[in-house]
Protein backbone atom coordinates (compact mmCIF):
# COMPACT_ATOMS: atom_id res chain seq x y z
CA UNK A 1 0.00 0.00 0.00
CA UNK A 2 2.75 2.39 0.83
CA UNK A 3 4.57 1.61 -2.66
CA UNK A 4 1.43 2.21 -4.17
CA UNK A 5 0.98 5.47 -2.31
CA UNK A 6 4.92 6.50 -2.82
CA UNK A 7 4.64 5.74 -6.62
CA UNK A 8 2.34 8.89 -7.27
CA UNK A 9 4.87 11.37 -6.52
CA UNK A 10 6.21 10.30 -10.29
CA UNK A 11 10.14 10.56 -11.05
CA UNK A 12 11.30 11.67 -7.57
CA UNK A 13 13.13 9.66 -5.00
CA UNK A 14 10.58 7.88 -2.65
CA UNK A 15 12.22 8.62 0.19
CA UNK A 16 11.23 12.29 0.10
CA UNK A 17 7.99 11.70 1.46
CA UNK A 18 9.51 10.64 4.69
CA UNK A 19 10.50 14.05 5.96
CA UNK A 20 7.23 15.37 5.45
CA UNK A 21 5.14 12.76 7.00
CA UNK A 22 6.86 12.53 10.06
CA UNK A 23 6.77 16.60 11.02
CA UNK A 24 2.88 15.84 10.44
CA UNK A 25 2.51 12.95 12.53
CA UNK A 26 5.11 15.03 15.30
CA UNK A 27 3.11 17.84 14.89
CA UNK A 28 -0.53 16.58 14.50
CA UNK A 29 0.06 14.60 17.87
CA UNK A 30 1.32 17.73 19.53
CA UNK A 31 -1.37 20.13 18.22
CA UNK A 32 -4.34 17.99 18.74
CA UNK A 33 -3.02 17.51 22.73
CA UNK A 34 -3.05 20.81 22.79
CA UNK A 35 -6.70 21.21 21.00
CA UNK A 36 -7.83 18.24 24.21
CA UNK A 37 -6.64 20.37 26.76
CA UNK A 38 -8.62 23.89 25.86
CA UNK A 39 -11.92 21.74 24.73
CA UNK A 40 -11.42 21.62 21.36
CA UNK A 41 -11.59 18.32 18.65
CA UNK A 42 -8.58 16.47 18.73
CA UNK A 43 -8.87 16.79 14.81
CA UNK A 44 -8.85 20.88 15.01
CA UNK A 45 -4.78 20.44 16.59
CA UNK A 46 -4.67 18.25 13.31
CA UNK A 47 -5.83 20.90 11.34
CA UNK A 48 -3.98 23.75 12.74
CA UNK A 49 -0.29 21.54 12.63
CA UNK A 50 -1.34 21.11 8.64
CA UNK A 51 -1.98 25.06 8.34
CA UNK A 52 1.15 26.10 10.31
CA UNK A 53 3.21 23.52 8.61
CA UNK A 54 1.33 24.68 5.25
CA UNK A 55 3.55 27.75 5.74
CA UNK A 56 6.64 25.94 4.70
CA UNK A 57 5.94 26.26 1.16
CA UNK A 58 6.10 30.15 1.32
CA UNK A 59 9.69 29.43 2.04
CA UNK A 60 11.62 29.84 -1.60
CA UNK A 61 13.12 26.48 -2.48
CA UNK A 62 11.97 24.53 -0.12
CA UNK A 63 11.86 20.65 -0.81
CA UNK A 64 9.56 19.52 1.96
CA UNK A 65 6.30 20.08 0.13
CA UNK A 66 6.73 19.75 -3.28
CA UNK A 67 4.29 18.50 -5.57
CA UNK A 68 5.33 14.98 -5.62
CA UNK A 69 5.64 15.28 -2.34
CA UNK A 70 1.96 16.54 -1.50
CA UNK A 71 0.58 14.14 -3.97
CA UNK A 72 1.70 10.63 -1.60
CA UNK A 73 0.16 12.58 1.07
CA UNK A 74 -3.12 13.18 -0.45
CA UNK A 75 -2.84 9.34 -1.27
CA UNK A 76 -2.47 8.72 2.59
CA UNK A 77 -5.15 10.95 3.04
CA UNK A 78 -7.84 9.30 0.91
CA UNK A 79 -6.87 6.35 3.23
CA UNK A 80 -7.52 8.08 5.85
CA UNK A 81 -10.96 9.64 4.90
CA UNK A 82 -12.31 6.43 4.00
CA UNK A 83 -11.17 4.44 7.25
CA UNK A 84 -12.58 7.39 9.31
CA UNK A 85 -16.04 6.86 7.56
CA UNK A 86 -15.60 3.58 8.24
CA UNK A 87 -15.51 3.92 11.80
CA UNK A 88 -18.32 6.29 12.14
CA UNK A 89 -20.39 3.59 10.85
CA UNK A 90 -18.76 0.81 13.07
CA UNK A 91 -19.73 2.98 15.74
CA UNK A 92 -23.38 3.69 15.19
CA UNK A 93 -25.65 2.09 17.50
CA UNK A 94 -28.66 1.32 15.49
CA UNK A 95 -30.42 -0.34 18.92
CA UNK A 96 -31.10 3.69 19.77
CA UNK A 97 -34.27 3.97 17.23
CA UNK A 98 -35.93 1.75 19.58
CA UNK A 99 -35.91 4.54 22.58
CA UNK A 100 -36.54 7.47 20.85
CA UNK A 101 -37.23 6.56 17.30
CA UNK A 102 -39.84 8.73 16.02
CA UNK A 103 -39.00 11.82 17.40
CA UNK A 104 -35.64 11.79 16.90
CA UNK A 105 -37.04 10.98 12.79
CA UNK A 106 -38.56 14.10 13.09
CA UNK A 107 -35.37 16.18 14.68
CA UNK A 108 -33.19 14.69 12.20
CA UNK A 109 -35.44 15.85 9.27
CA UNK A 110 -36.40 19.38 10.52
CA UNK A 111 -32.69 19.24 11.43
CA UNK A 112 -31.43 18.53 7.53
CA UNK A 113 -33.76 20.13 5.80
CA UNK A 114 -33.60 23.67 7.50
CA UNK A 115 -29.68 23.98 7.69
CA UNK A 116 -29.75 22.70 4.30
CA UNK A 117 -32.49 25.12 3.01
CA UNK A 118 -30.54 27.88 4.84
CA UNK A 119 -27.41 27.44 3.06
CA UNK A 120 -28.45 27.15 -0.35
CA UNK A 121 -30.40 30.28 0.00
CA UNK A 122 -26.98 31.91 1.26
CA UNK A 123 -25.09 30.20 -1.51
CA UNK A 124 -26.96 31.47 -4.22
CA UNK A 125 -27.22 34.74 -2.76
CA UNK A 126 -23.27 35.28 -3.21
CA UNK A 127 -22.61 32.24 -5.99
CA UNK A 128 -24.30 33.95 -9.27
CA UNK A 129 -27.37 35.27 -7.49
CA UNK A 130 -31.36 34.13 -7.40
CA UNK A 131 -31.64 34.62 -10.89
CA UNK A 132 -29.03 32.01 -12.00
CA UNK A 133 -30.45 30.14 -9.34
CA UNK A 134 -30.72 27.23 -12.04
CA UNK A 135 -27.66 27.09 -13.27
CA UNK A 136 -25.75 26.82 -9.96
CA UNK A 137 -28.43 24.86 -8.09
CA UNK A 138 -26.26 21.54 -7.99
CA UNK A 139 -23.49 23.52 -5.75
CA UNK A 140 -25.72 25.38 -3.68
CA UNK A 141 -27.54 22.31 -3.02
CA UNK A 142 -23.94 20.95 -2.10
CA UNK A 143 -23.19 23.84 0.36
CA UNK A 144 -26.26 23.10 1.89
CA UNK A 145 -25.25 19.70 2.54
CA UNK A 146 -22.48 20.67 4.31
CA UNK A 147 -24.15 22.42 6.97
CA UNK A 148 -26.38 19.46 7.19
CA UNK A 149 -23.95 17.36 8.85
CA UNK A 150 -23.40 17.06 13.07
CA UNK A 151 -21.07 15.82 15.04
CA UNK A 152 -21.87 15.25 18.49
CA UNK A 153 -18.97 13.88 20.14
CA UNK A 154 -18.21 17.25 21.75
CA UNK A 155 -22.25 17.44 22.96
CA UNK A 156 -21.77 14.06 24.45
CA UNK A 157 -18.46 14.67 26.41
CA UNK A 158 -20.36 17.66 27.70
CA UNK A 159 -23.72 15.93 28.67
CA UNK A 160 -21.92 13.00 30.37
CA UNK A 161 -20.24 15.63 33.12
CA UNK A 162 -23.21 17.28 33.19
CA UNK A 163 -25.10 13.30 34.21
CA UNK A 164 -27.59 14.20 31.55
CA UNK A 165 -26.42 11.52 28.81
CA UNK A 166 -29.10 8.89 29.51
CA UNK A 167 -31.68 11.70 30.02
CA UNK A 168 -34.51 11.95 27.36
CA UNK A 169 -32.17 14.95 25.62
CA UNK A 170 -29.33 12.73 25.87
CA UNK A 171 -30.63 10.03 23.90
CA UNK A 172 -33.00 12.11 21.22
CA UNK A 173 -29.43 13.68 20.14
CA UNK A 174 -27.55 10.70 19.90
CA UNK A 175 -30.36 8.86 17.97
CA UNK A 176 -31.27 12.28 15.51
CA UNK A 177 -26.99 12.48 14.98
CA UNK A 178 -27.28 8.76 14.13
CA UNK A 179 -29.71 9.18 11.14
CA UNK A 180 -28.40 12.32 10.64
CA UNK A 181 -24.94 11.03 9.50
CA UNK A 182 -26.83 8.27 7.31
CA UNK A 183 -29.17 10.94 5.41
CA UNK A 184 -25.70 13.02 5.09
CA UNK A 185 -23.55 10.69 3.55
CA UNK A 186 -26.44 9.94 0.57
CA UNK A 187 -27.33 13.56 0.03
CA UNK A 188 -23.50 13.92 -0.53
CA UNK A 189 -23.26 10.64 -2.64
CA UNK A 190 -26.32 11.57 -4.39
CA UNK A 191 -25.62 15.37 -5.75
CA UNK A 192 -21.91 14.44 -6.53
CA UNK A 193 -23.65 11.76 -8.86
CA UNK A 194 -26.21 14.41 -10.14
CA UNK A 195 -23.59 16.95 -10.88
CA UNK A 196 -22.16 15.11 -14.00
CA UNK A 197 -25.95 15.04 -15.67
CA UNK A 198 -28.71 16.72 -14.13
CA UNK A 199 -31.30 15.54 -16.96
CA UNK A 200 -34.10 14.00 -15.92
CA UNK A 201 -33.45 10.38 -17.32
CA UNK A 202 -30.08 11.22 -15.45
CA UNK A 203 -31.49 11.97 -12.34
CA UNK A 204 -33.35 8.60 -12.59
CA UNK A 205 -30.11 6.49 -13.36
CA UNK A 206 -28.24 8.25 -10.66
CA UNK A 207 -31.28 7.36 -7.53
CA UNK A 208 -31.56 3.57 -9.19
CA UNK A 209 -27.99 3.03 -8.68
CA UNK A 210 -27.76 4.34 -5.57
CA UNK A 211 -31.18 2.05 -4.82
CA UNK A 212 -29.11 -0.52 -6.19
CA UNK A 213 -26.18 -0.18 -3.86
CA UNK A 214 -28.02 -0.14 -0.73
CA UNK A 215 -29.71 -3.47 -1.73
CA UNK A 216 -26.64 -5.05 -2.89
CA UNK A 217 -25.09 -4.06 0.23
CA UNK A 218 -27.98 -5.15 2.32
CA UNK A 219 -27.80 -8.64 0.98
CA UNK A 220 -23.79 -9.10 1.09
CA UNK A 221 -24.79 -7.63 4.54
CA UNK A 222 -26.64 -10.81 5.85
CA UNK A 223 -23.61 -13.00 4.51
CA UNK A 224 -20.89 -10.87 5.83
CA UNK A 225 -23.00 -10.92 9.25
CA UNK A 226 -22.92 -14.62 9.35
CA UNK A 227 -19.36 -15.68 8.24
CA UNK A 228 -18.15 -13.08 10.86
CA UNK A 229 -19.90 -14.26 13.95
CA UNK A 230 -18.96 -17.88 13.23
CA UNK A 231 -15.28 -16.34 12.82
CA UNK A 232 -15.85 -15.17 16.01
CA UNK A 233 -17.55 -18.05 17.77
CA UNK A 234 -14.58 -20.46 16.24
CA UNK A 235 -11.60 -17.67 17.15
CA UNK A 236 -12.60 -15.07 19.63
CA UNK A 237 -10.27 -12.05 18.78
CA UNK A 238 -8.61 -12.88 16.23
CA UNK A 239 -6.76 -10.62 14.33
CA UNK A 240 -8.45 -11.95 11.13
CA UNK A 241 -11.98 -10.20 12.17
CA UNK A 242 -9.93 -6.80 11.71
CA UNK A 243 -8.01 -7.56 8.60
CA UNK A 244 -11.59 -8.91 7.19
CA UNK A 245 -13.00 -5.62 8.11
CA UNK A 246 -10.57 -3.39 6.51
CA UNK A 247 -11.17 -5.98 2.93
CA UNK A 248 -14.50 -5.07 3.97
CA UNK A 249 -14.32 -1.57 3.85
CA UNK A 250 -12.27 -1.23 0.41
CA UNK A 251 -14.11 -3.37 -0.94
CA UNK A 252 -17.80 -1.48 -0.45
CA UNK A 253 -15.35 1.59 -0.89
CA UNK A 254 -14.56 1.06 -3.94
CA UNK A 255 -17.29 -0.96 -5.21
CA UNK A 256 -19.89 1.93 -4.74
CA UNK A 257 -17.75 4.38 -6.74
CA UNK A 258 -17.09 2.19 -9.20
CA UNK A 259 -19.98 0.22 -10.08
CA UNK A 260 -22.79 2.33 -8.59
CA UNK A 261 -21.52 5.94 -8.64
CA UNK A 262 -21.60 6.39 -5.35
CA UNK A 263 -19.33 8.27 -3.17
CA UNK A 264 -16.39 6.05 -1.98
CA UNK A 265 -16.74 7.46 1.70
CA UNK A 266 -20.66 6.24 1.51
CA UNK A 267 -19.38 2.96 0.59
CA UNK A 268 -17.16 2.88 3.48
CA UNK A 269 -19.88 4.32 5.96
CA UNK A 270 -22.64 1.63 4.99
CA UNK A 271 -19.47 -1.17 5.33
CA UNK A 272 -19.30 0.21 8.93
CA UNK A 273 -22.82 0.61 9.61
CA UNK A 274 -23.07 -3.76 8.46
CA UNK A 275 -20.50 -4.52 10.87
CA UNK A 276 -22.00 -2.46 13.64
CA UNK A 277 -24.11 -5.33 14.17
CA UNK A 278 -21.52 -8.40 14.90
CA UNK A 279 -21.06 -9.33 17.87
CA UNK A 280 -17.29 -8.28 18.02
CA UNK A 281 -17.78 -4.58 15.89
CA UNK A 282 -16.18 -2.99 19.05
CA UNK A 283 -12.81 -4.91 18.47
CA UNK A 284 -12.86 -4.09 15.08
CA UNK A 285 -13.52 -0.64 15.96
CA UNK A 286 -10.64 -0.24 18.12
CA UNK A 287 -8.47 -2.19 16.12
CA UNK A 288 -9.06 0.06 12.92
CA UNK A 289 -9.26 3.28 14.84
CA UNK A 290 -5.49 2.54 15.78
CA UNK A 291 -4.32 2.00 12.90
CA UNK A 292 -5.85 5.15 11.17
CA UNK A 293 -4.59 7.05 13.87
CA UNK A 294 -1.12 6.24 13.94
CA UNK A 295 -0.88 7.55 10.05
CA UNK A 296 -3.69 8.08 7.82
CA UNK A 297 -6.23 10.09 9.97
CA UNK A 298 -3.35 12.73 10.64
CA UNK A 299 -1.86 12.97 7.26
CA UNK A 300 -5.76 13.47 6.12
CA UNK A 301 -7.02 16.60 8.52
CA UNK A 302 -3.19 18.10 8.21
CA UNK A 303 -3.23 17.85 4.66
CA UNK A 304 -6.13 20.17 4.95
CA UNK A 305 -4.43 22.65 6.41
CA UNK A 306 -1.20 22.06 4.00
CA UNK A 307 -3.62 22.93 0.70
CA UNK A 308 -5.82 25.09 2.33
CA UNK A 309 -6.43 28.02 -0.19
CA UNK A 310 -6.36 31.24 1.44
CA UNK A 311 -5.81 33.14 -1.75
CA UNK A 312 -9.44 33.07 -2.83
CA UNK A 313 -11.04 34.65 0.09
CA UNK A 314 -12.02 37.83 -1.45
CA UNK A 315 -14.26 40.51 0.73
CA UNK A 316 -17.05 38.72 -1.00
CA UNK A 317 -15.91 35.22 0.14
CA UNK A 318 -15.61 36.50 3.42
CA UNK A 319 -19.03 37.82 3.27
CA UNK A 320 -20.41 34.62 1.92
CA UNK A 321 -17.77 32.45 4.93
CA UNK A 322 -19.37 34.34 7.44
CA UNK A 323 -22.62 34.49 6.83
CA UNK A 324 -21.89 30.51 6.06
CA UNK A 325 -20.93 29.89 9.67
CA UNK A 326 -24.08 32.41 10.81
CA UNK A 327 -26.46 29.56 9.27
CA UNK A 328 -24.47 26.87 10.21
CA UNK A 329 -24.84 27.32 13.83
CA UNK A 330 -28.68 28.93 13.58
CA UNK A 331 -29.66 25.88 11.27
CA UNK A 332 -29.62 23.08 13.59
CA UNK A 333 -30.64 25.31 16.69
CA UNK A 334 -33.60 26.26 15.07
CA UNK A 335 -34.36 22.92 13.05
CA UNK A 336 -33.75 20.34 15.65
CA UNK A 337 -35.24 22.49 17.73
CA UNK A 338 -38.67 22.56 16.16
CA UNK A 339 -38.40 18.85 15.38
CA UNK A 340 -38.37 18.55 19.06
CA UNK A 341 -40.90 20.99 19.83
CA UNK A 342 -42.87 19.38 17.55
CA UNK A 343 -42.69 16.37 19.19
CA UNK A 344 -43.90 18.33 22.73
CA UNK A 345 -40.53 18.18 23.77
CA UNK A 346 -40.59 21.62 26.49
CA UNK A 347 -39.01 24.73 25.12
CA UNK A 348 -36.12 24.21 27.78
CA UNK A 349 -35.38 20.73 26.40
CA UNK A 350 -35.69 21.77 22.52
CA UNK A 351 -33.19 24.51 22.58
CA UNK A 352 -30.79 21.92 24.67
CA UNK A 353 -31.47 19.29 21.47
CA UNK A 354 -30.99 22.21 19.20
CA UNK A 355 -27.57 23.50 20.75
CA UNK A 356 -26.01 19.95 21.08
CA UNK A 357 -27.14 18.87 17.26
CA UNK A 358 -25.64 22.73 16.13
CA UNK A 359 -21.39 20.97 16.66
CA UNK A 360 -19.28 20.02 13.78
CA UNK A 361 -16.20 17.94 13.53
CA UNK A 362 -14.55 15.31 11.23
CA UNK A 363 -18.00 14.33 9.00
CA UNK A 364 -18.28 18.27 8.26
CA UNK A 365 -14.54 18.33 7.14
CA UNK A 366 -15.00 15.35 5.04
CA UNK A 367 -18.17 16.22 3.04
CA UNK A 368 -16.08 20.02 2.45
CA UNK A 369 -13.39 18.44 1.25
CA UNK A 370 -15.33 15.99 -1.05
CA UNK A 371 -17.25 19.07 -2.30
CA UNK A 372 -13.83 20.09 -3.13
CA UNK A 373 -12.42 17.68 -4.74
CA UNK A 374 -15.37 17.08 -7.32
CA UNK A 375 -15.53 21.04 -7.94
CA UNK A 376 -18.65 21.51 -6.30
CA UNK A 377 -17.46 24.16 -3.74
CA UNK A 378 -14.85 26.85 -3.81
CA UNK A 379 -11.50 25.42 -1.68
CA UNK A 380 -11.93 29.18 -0.19
CA UNK A 381 -14.69 28.03 2.17
CA UNK A 382 -12.94 25.23 4.01
CA UNK A 383 -11.48 28.06 6.52
CA UNK A 384 -14.92 29.08 7.05
CA UNK A 385 -16.04 25.03 7.39
CA UNK A 386 -12.60 25.25 10.17
CA UNK A 387 -14.48 28.31 11.73
CA UNK A 388 -17.21 26.43 11.82
CA UNK A 389 -16.15 23.50 13.71
CA UNK A 390 -14.18 25.53 16.22
CA UNK A 391 -17.11 28.19 17.08
CA UNK A 392 -19.51 24.76 17.37
CA UNK A 393 -17.23 23.27 19.92
CA UNK A 394 -16.57 25.78 21.97
CA UNK A 395 -20.18 27.31 22.16
CA UNK A 396 -22.20 24.31 22.52
CA UNK A 397 -20.98 22.92 25.92
CA UNK A 398 -21.21 26.49 27.50
CA UNK A 399 -24.23 26.75 26.55
CA UNK A 400 -25.42 23.10 27.43
CA UNK A 401 -23.75 23.96 30.94
CA UNK A 402 -25.45 27.25 31.32
CA UNK A 403 -28.99 25.66 30.23
CA UNK A 404 -28.81 22.70 33.15
CA UNK A 405 -27.25 25.26 35.68
CA UNK A 406 -28.94 23.85 38.74
CA UNK A 407 -30.34 20.95 37.71
CA UNK A 408 -29.48 18.01 39.86
CA UNK A 409 -28.02 14.67 37.62
CA UNK A 410 -30.66 12.27 36.78
CA UNK A 411 -27.87 9.91 35.39
CA UNK A 412 -27.98 5.95 36.78
CA UNK A 413 -24.86 3.86 35.78
CA UNK A 414 -25.31 1.22 33.43
CA UNK A 415 -22.99 -0.89 34.87
CA UNK A 416 -21.95 -1.49 38.78
CA UNK A 417 -18.64 0.14 39.63
CA UNK A 418 -15.56 -1.41 39.08
CA UNK A 419 -12.88 -2.01 41.82
CA UNK A 420 -10.16 -0.17 40.52
CA UNK A 421 -7.51 -2.36 41.90
CA UNK A 422 -9.13 -4.86 40.10
CA UNK A 423 -9.04 -2.71 36.96
CA UNK A 424 -5.37 -1.91 37.82
CA UNK A 425 -4.55 -5.77 37.89
CA UNK A 426 -6.90 -6.65 34.86
CA UNK A 427 -5.07 -3.92 32.82
CA UNK A 428 -1.99 -4.76 33.81
CA UNK A 429 -2.28 -8.42 32.77
CA UNK A 430 -1.06 -8.81 28.45
CA UNK A 431 -3.76 -9.82 26.45
CA UNK A 432 -3.20 -12.74 24.40
CA UNK A 433 -5.07 -13.07 20.59
CA UNK A 434 -5.45 -15.89 18.54
CA UNK A 435 -2.61 -15.53 16.02
CA UNK A 436 -3.81 -15.14 12.72
Same mark, same amino acid.
Given at each position: ?????????????????????????????????????????????????????????????????? @???????????????????????????????? %????????? #??????????????????????? @??????????????????????????????????????????? !? %????? *??? !? &?? !???????????????? @????? !???????????? +????? /??????????????????????????????????????????? &????????????????????? +????????????????? =???????????????? =????????????? /????????????????? /??? &????????? +??????????????????????? /????????????????????????? *????????????????????? #?????
Amino acid at each position: MFTNALSVMGSSETYEILLPLALILLCAKLFSLLGKKIGLPQVVGMLVAGILLGLLKLIPDQTIFT @EDTLKGLSFLAKIGVILIMFSAGIETDLKQFK %TCGIPSVVI #TILGVVVPMGLGFIVATAFNGGF @ERAGEFAIQNLFYGTILSATSVSITVAALKELGKLNSKVGTSI !I %TAAIL *DDI !I &GV !ILLSLFISLDKGTGAS @EVGIV !IGKMIGFFAAAA +VVGVG /LHFLINRIQKWRPHTRRLPIIGFAVCFFFAYAAEKWFGVADIT &GAYIAGLILSTVHEHEYIDRK +VEVSNYMIFAPVFFANI =GITADFSGITATMAGF =GIAFIAVGLLGKV /LGCGAGALICKYSFKDS /LRI &GIGMMVRAE +VVIVCTQKGIDNGLVNPAIMPFV /LLLVVISALVAPLLLKLLYKGEKSD *DTPLLPPIDSDAEATAEAQPT #TEAQA
